[in-house]
């Protein structure tokens, strides 16, 4: 498996994804944070914190190392806009991967997850 360096993306017409930064962490805290976030997601807690994120970041880094995540930023592509996250945990001895994904409430509603 190909692993994503810090100078890829991946782009299309509407969106760009790119490796999940701690540059991303002012762009993310608002939208993460929203309770709706939590509602609909299984691993995010509400409220979010800046040390929540600095927690997971601190587990992300060391999964992404051993080639067990891959965890990408979306950036909405005609403004550069952070709008939310998909990652893969990758499971090499079943031969699997899960995907999960949040998109910012702001951001709901435009097809960019469907």
């Given amino acids: 498996m190909q692993r994503m360096t810090a100078g890829r993306e991946i782009r299309t017409t509407r969106l ?14 608002p939208l993460i944070s929203a309770r709706e976030i939590a509602a609909t997601t299984l691993r995010i807690p509400h409220p979010y914190t800046r040390q929540d994120a ?10 992404i190392e051993k080639g067990k995540m891959l965890r990408l ?9 952070y709008c ?31």
Avoid at 16 to 29: I, K, S, T
Avoid at 85 to 102: D, F, N, P, T
Wanted: aromatic share 12%.
């Fill in 16 to 29: 760009v994804l790119r490796p999940l930064d701690r540059a991303h962490l002012d762009q993310m805290l």
């Fill in 84 to 114: 939310g996250s998909v990652g893969l945990h990758i499971e090499r001895e079943h031969e699997r991967a899960e995907m999960g994904y949040w998109i910012g409430v702001p951001y709901w509603g435009r097809g960019y997850a469907s």
């Fill in 73 to 81: 930023s979306i950036f909405v592509a005609s403004s550069d806009e």
């Fill in 54 to 63: 600095e927690q997971y970041f601190e587990v992300m880094e060391a999964e």
